[in-house]
């Protein structure tokens, strides 16, 4: 998970724990901040980050794969799946990625589109 996403947990919320960390997590996916094949933290890292018993967090995990959000894996861990995301969803988050970078570069927006136009024309 990017080190910039941060997961709360109220715990005076009238909402479950488990559901606090289901429903940020489905979010984080459908905006695209987290994308497909991106990495989630253990259960057990991600319980104790948040102060929550390994269940808890086992069970959101659990929900979030019944929808098909994350996939579990043998020693990968678990991912965002790639079925999560419609495919605009992912390349707008990646353009804001590129438009960032280019302003960082020092790049104007014709020069930043003339790169991408370059890009999409090779095979």
Same mark, same amino acid.
């Given at each position: 998970?990017? &080190? ?7 715990? %005076?919320?009238?909402? &479950? ?13 459908? $905006? ?6 991106? /990495?989630?933290?253990? *259960?057990?890292?991600? @319980? @104790? ?6 269940? $808890?967090?086992? /069970? ?6 019944? #929808?098909?959000? *994350?996939? $579990? =894996? =043998? /020693? ?13 969803? @992912?390349?707008?988050?990646?353009? #804001?990625?590129?438009? #960032?970078?280019? /302003? ?9 589109? %003339?790169? *991408? =136009?370059? #890009?999409? =024309?090779?095979?």
């Amino acid at each position: 998970m990017p &080190p910039d996403v941060k997961l709360t947990v109220d715990l %005076d919320s009238a909402e &479950p724990p488990f559901e606090q960390v289901r429903a940020q997590l489905a979010a984080l996916i459908a $905006t695209g901040r987290l994308l497909p094949g991106d /990495r989630l933290p253990t *259960v057990r890292a991600l @319980a @104790a980050d948040l102060g929550l018993a390994a269940n $808890t967090v086992a /069970r959101a995990f659990k929900e979030l794969e019944a #929808a098909g959000l *994350v996939e $579990t =894996r =043998r /020693r990968a861990g678990t991912l965002v799946a790639s079925g999560s995301h419609t495919a605009e969803v @992912a390349m707008a988050a990646l353009a #804001a990625k590129y438009a #960032a970078a280019a /302003r960082g570069a020092g790049l104007d927006e014709a020069a930043a589109l %003339d790169l *991408v =136009r370059s #890009a999409l =024309r090779r095979p």
